[in-house]
Structures are given as C-alpha cells and as structure tokens.
C-alpha cells in the first residue's frame, strides 16, 4: 500500500513539471499571437498613412484626363436613363425631344450615324441649315433596318450631347459622384505619361525646372560649405563657447519656415528697415523699389539661414564620431594644415558631408514659402505645385511635378555612393576631444563665419520681436499689443489678421499629435527591434519614407488618399482636425522610431526574457517594462512631433480648412500680403511655446535619463 502510494506521489510530481511546461507554452503561444497582432497592426497603420498617400500622389500623376469616346457617352446614357423611374422616364425624353433644335438634331444624327458604325455622307462644314436638310434625306435614304438602328442611336444621341447635365442631376443620387462627374464633364481619367510629357514640353516648366535646379546647386553649395565650417569649428576647439554658439545657430529649428524669409523682407524689402527707412529715406543712397532683396540672390541668402541648422546637426554629429588623435598625429608626420585637411579632416566627415549635401538638396529644391516671398518673379518647380493644385486644379499635372522633384535629388544620392563606397572612415574606440592644432589665421576666419551666421540670425529674431509690437512696419514705427489683442489693432489693417486664433490651433494640433506621435514610435521601434515579425525591414523603410520624401508631396498625398478613402464619401477626412493629426503624426514618427531602436539595442534582451518568464504578457511587457526604460525616446519622438505641428508648412498648407487654420499658414499667407506685423507677432507666440516645450521636456528628458540610467544599470 505504501508503495502504490509512493507510485501516485511520484507520478503526480512527474506530472507537474509537465503541467507547468504546457502552461509556459500557451504563455508563449499566446504572447506569439499577441505580437502578431500588434505588429499586422502597426504595419497596416503605417501602410495606410505613409505608404498609401505616396502611392495615391504616383497613381494621380499618370491620371489622364480625355473626352469619352461616343461609344462611352452612350453606355453611361443608356445606364443612367434606365435610373429614371418609368413614371418620369418618357414624359422627360419627350420632353428633350421636343427642345431639339436644328444644329442639336445635326448633331445628334451625325453621331447616331458613327454609333451605328456607318460613314456621315453629309460635308459638316456647311452651315446647320444645309447639314439639317441632307441629314435627313440621308436618314431617309437608309433601309429600313438600317433606319431603325440610327433612330434608337438617335434618340440618346440627343440627350448624351445636350441634355446629359440635366439628366446626370436626375439621377444623382443613383449613379454615385464619380459616374455623376462623369457624366457631367463627358471626360474620363485614363492612365498615361502625358502629365509628365507636358511638364517636360512647357516652357514656363522648363524655365521653372532650370531655376529649380540652379537654386539648389547654389544654396547646396554655400550652405553645406558653411556648415561645415561651423562643424569644423565647434568641434575643433577653434570657437569660443561653443555650447552658446550651438545654441543660436540651431534657434531656426523652433521657429515656422517663413520666419527667416519674413524677417529679411522687414529689413531689406521695399519697404525695409534698412533698405527703405535706411539707405533710401536717410541716406538717400538707394531706390528701395529698385535695390532690395526680392530675386534669386535674396532667396539663396533666407534658404541658406533657414537650412543651416539641419546641415550643421548632421556634419555635428559626423566630427563627434570622428577621432581627433588622427588629425593630432597629422602635424607629427609632417603634414601641414592644408594637407591635414585634405588627408585626414575631409574623409572622415565625408560620410556625414554626403548625407547633408542630399538633405540641403532636398529642401531647396522643395521649398516653395521662400521663393514665393522672395521670388519676383523667379519660377521654381514647388511654386508650380502650389499654382496647379490652388489656382487651376490640376492635381495630376502637380502630381507629376511632385514625382519628378524626387529624380534629382535620388541621381545625386546614387552619384555621391559611388563615390568612396569602398572606404570605411570608421576609427574603434573613444578619444577624448581636446583643442585640434588650428592656425590662428583659420581660426579668426572660423570666428568670422560663426559670428555673422549667429549674428544674422539674431538680427531675424530681434526684426520678428520688434516687428511683433510695431504698428505698421515701414510706415508707423509707434508701438502697440494690438497684433496679440485684437481689440488693439492698428487701423488700417483688415479686421481678420490680428489676434492668436490661429497660434491656438496649431498648439491643440501639436498637444494631440505629439504623445500620440511619441507613443507609436516606441511601438513601432519596439516591433521592428524585439518582435522582428517578417518583413521587419519593410516597416522600418515605410517609417523613413516621410524622412525621404518633400512634405509637399506628403500633404499632396493626404488630400489624394482621404478625400473619398476607398470611394466612400462618408470617410472622407478632408478639412478635418484628423487629418492634420494624421500627417503631422505620421510625417514625423521616424524621429522617434530612431531613438527608440538606438535604445533597444542597449537593451539586453533578457529583461524582456524574465519578464516572460514570470509569466507577464506583452502588454505587461510593454506597458509596464519598455514605456518605462524608452523614457528619453518617447520625450524625444514627443518633442520632435510638437515642434513640427507648431512650424510645418508644406505638408499640410493644402489640408487645412475654414474650420482649422494654422499659424505657420496665417505667416505666410501675412507676410505674402505684406502684414508684417501680424506674421511677426503669430512668429514670436509660436517661438515663445516651441522654447517653453523644450525647457519642460528637456528637464523631464534629464529626470528620465538618470532613471534611465539606473534602470540599464539594474537590469
């Protein structure tokens, strides 16, 4: 008994390992399932608003627009008269048939005879008159199987040319607004390269395409130069405080597109405070009408400012990588300055120099606010875009634009991996960063591009406060809060500039998209770096496509893909707060994505195996385990959403409705109107939030990084 007893005990302790192995493996099954879902998830949600509006703006720019054929206008007739209902049917083609007149009755019997695949034995040049009469006699002249074939044809003939509007309203509802437009307009949309022939064959785009190019190449070169200097500079020991100096050069980062552009026109415009209220009206040296700094030299001078941040983070960040004991162990070799230079300094900042050159490339080429403001009369291709799609409507003609501004700037990308592919400028191990042996005479060259690139760009920012609290700029200098109250507004001005509506709305904007932007990033770092499902590497690229592509074409593919998603009207996100959310979200979750992978990696992967062993989901694991040690990027990814809500232009210019304006759009719109005072003021609050978030989340992000910190550390 005692042994049968010990034969029971030992068999149910064989059997609870076995029962905790099936429970660990449905755990596991069940996390397995969970992640699947969260990853088909986040892969349809980045499909759906990053790939699909690129895909909408492709397919539109081969969209053909051509009159139906007569078979076509008769098919569509015949359907949409089969709509009406019986009781209404004859009494309204009898109608019709009693309105014809002589050239309708021409007409219609001309293509009655087409229709019935017969030749028209009448000359259609003659006058109606003469048409009408051998018309008939050669309708008479049919046999009569013949005779009946052009009647039935006839009698649609008629309606088809000359009453089809009226009957595309009958029968509106029934037919649906595509086959109703069509049906109105007799045109349908075919697919073709003739959008693409006809940029390619207009002069006006030619010249525009020229311009486009020329202005690219010429502020690529000047900024990328510049900012190299600067890089070279604050990482070489050669500028004084070189945190300070960062500080004002990276101060373009935080403030709307036009500012720059705006602030230039307030200094040396026709109505300039230097231009015009200096040289012209003191000094009586210039005529500010004649001598000011609207053309492609003001132009190149505004994109220069405005895009040297972004050059100087990448050529940044490529000398901090670098290893300063190669350019220290230069001078012992027996290389002298220029050599150090040529050998040493320029192939290991080449790899950043290539990304920073296709970057500046990229948004000259797609900047459309500053030459807009500064052109005079100076046509660029981005400033086409925005004519075609405001003015004339034609989405497929400024699609295929969008699509061709995206062929120069790959073929240089192509061209500049060509070059030193083979090389790897990469140097194992960290070196302290002293002060590089720089010649006295670089050094106050060095001085002297930082001082005026940081002093220019404090003169745009003193122009914009001053401008904020000016009367009228250019013609009463006496101070005033109206811009920011309206109840104070100068006299003068229309009623509708002045106040912060629009500031209010671009910061609901970028209170809603920015946590939400930060959170997805983390998820969608969190799927590519530690779920890794198939085709990983493509969510990933879908995530960078907003990185890579202009933001004009991104917003032009929001109005493309949600106008009428899946033809359904009802889902439409057209002129909706959504739809700006959506496109600032997603137009900028690359950023945090970035961050988050960066940090996963330093991440060993057995914390996410301990807390699957101690049986927590993962959601757990998300929630209670990533979010928590992801910190830094989510504040990052939050911050860097937040920003862009508060300053974008170009991606969203086109989605924004009566019902929700944006500040950076009222700039423009301002300051093209000349309204310089309220495009100062709607600047100054947008700058004024934009350095209050990064103080706050810039202290939050050093809370985080020590906990962060400590919580590697523990793990």
């Not at 755990?27 to 759906?48: D, E, F, H, M, W």
């Not at 009463?476 to 811009?483: E, H, I, K, N, V």
């Amino acid at each position: 008994m005692a042994r049968r007893d010990g034969g029971v005990a030992g068999a149910r302790s064989r059997a609870w390992p076995l029962a905790g192995r099936g429970r660990l493996m449905k755990a596991r099954q069940k996390q397995t399932a969970a992640g699947a879902l969260l990853s088909l998830v986040v892969a349809a949600l980045l499909v759906i608003f990053i790939a699909v509006p690129f895909a909408a703006v492709l397919r539109e720019s081969v969209v053909v627009s051509q009159p139906m054929s007569l078979q076509r206008l008769d098919r569509i007739t015949r359907e949409a008269i089969a709509e009406i209902p019986d009781a209404e049917r004859d009494v309204a083609l009898a109608r019709w048939a009693g309105q014809i007149t002589p050239s309708e009755r021409v007409e219609a019997m001309a293509a009655a005879f087409h229709l019935a695949d017969r030749d028209v034995p009448w000359d259609r040049s003659r006058p109606y008159e003469e048409q009408d009469r051998r018309a008939q006699a050669a309708h008479a002249a049919l046999d009569p199987v013949a005779r009946s074939e052009v009647d039935d044809f006839f009698a649609v003939a008629h309606v088809m040319l000359h009453k089809r509007t009226a009957l595309a309203f009958m029968v509106r509802e029934e037919i649906g607004k595509a086959r109703f437009d069509g049906m109105r307009s007799g045109v349908e949309r075919q697919f073709g390269l003739a959008n693409y022939a006809e940029v390619l064959a207009t002069p006006h785009f030619q010249r525009a395409a020229i311009n486009s190019l020329t202005l690219a190449s010429v502020t690529t070169l000047m900024t990328v130069s510049l900012a190299f200097a600067l890089a070279y500079g604050l990482n070489s020991g050669a500028l004084p405080r070189p945190g300070l100096m960062r500080g004002v050069l990276l101060l373009p980062l935080v403030a709307p597109p036009v500012l720059i552009a705006t602030a230039t026109l307030m200094l040396f415009g026709r109505r300039g405070l230097i231009t015009n209220g200096l040289l012209d009206g003191a000094l009586g040296l210039v005529d500010a009408d004649q001598v000011n700094i609207y053309g492609p030299v003001g132009i190149v001078v505004v994109q220069m400012l405005a895009f040297l941040p972004a050059a100087l983070i990448v050529l940044d960040n490529g000398f901090r990588d670098s290893d300063p004991r190669l350019v220290e162990a230069a001078p012992g070799l027996g290389a002298g300055y220029g050599a150090q230079m040529r050998s040493v300094v320029l192939p290991m900042s080449f790899p950043a120099l290539k990304r920073t050159i296709v970057l500046v490339f990229i948004m000259a080429l797609t900047d459309f606010s500053n030459p807009m403001l500064l052109g005079g009369g100076f046509p660029v291709l981005a400033e086409v875009i925005y004519d075609q799609i405001t003015a004339y409507r034609n989405m497929p003609l400024a699609a295929a634009v969008c699509i061709i501004l995206l062929i120069p700037p790959l073929l240089l990308y192509v061209a500049l991996e060509q070059i030193g592919r083979r090389r790897r400028f990469f140097v194992p191990g960290a070196a302290p960063r002293g002060v590089l042996p720089v010649p006295a005479p670089a050094r106050r060259l060095l001085a002297g591009l930082a001082l005026a690139a940081g002093g220019a760009i404090l003169l745009v920012y003193g122009t914009m406060i001053l401008g904020a609290f000016t009367r009228i700029w250019g013609v009463d200098r006496g101070l005033t809060l109206g811009y920011f109250i309206p109840a104070l507004q100068p006299t003068g001005l229309p009623t509708n500039v002045a106040g912060m509506s629009e500031v209010a709305d671009s910061l609901r904007l970028a209170l809603v998209a920015a946590p939400l932007g930060g959170l997805l990033a983390v998820l969608v770092a969190y799927v590519v770096e530690r779920l890794r499902p198939p085709g990983s590497g493509v969510i990933f690229f879908i995530t960078l496509m907003p990185a890579i592509l202009p933001g004009i074409i991104f917003g032009i593919g929001y109005i493309l893909a949600f106008n009428a998603p899946f033809g359904i009207p009802a889902l439409s996100l057209s002129g909706t707060f959504a739809i700006l959310v959506l496109n600032v979200m997603f137009g900028n979750l690359f950023v945090g994505v970035l961050a988050g992978r960066a940090a996963l990696q330093r991440l060993d992967r057995s914390v996410d195996e301990a807390a699957e062993g101690l049986g927590a989901g993962i959601g757990a694991q998300i929630g209670l385990i990533m979010l928590p040690l992801l910190r830094v990027p989510i504040l990052l990814g939050t911050l860097y959403v937040f920003i862009d809500a508060l300053t974008t232009l170009s991606s969203v210019i086109f989605l924004v409705s009566g019902d929700h304006k944006l500040a950076s759009i009222a700039i423009f719109n301002a300051a093209n109107g000349s309204s310089f005072g309220p495009a100062a003021a709607k600047s100054v609050a947008l700058l004024v939030i934009a350095l209050t978030a990064m103080a706050l989340l810039r202290r939050m992000e050093r809370r985080a990084g020590t906990g962060f910190r400590k919580e590697v550390v523990q793990a």
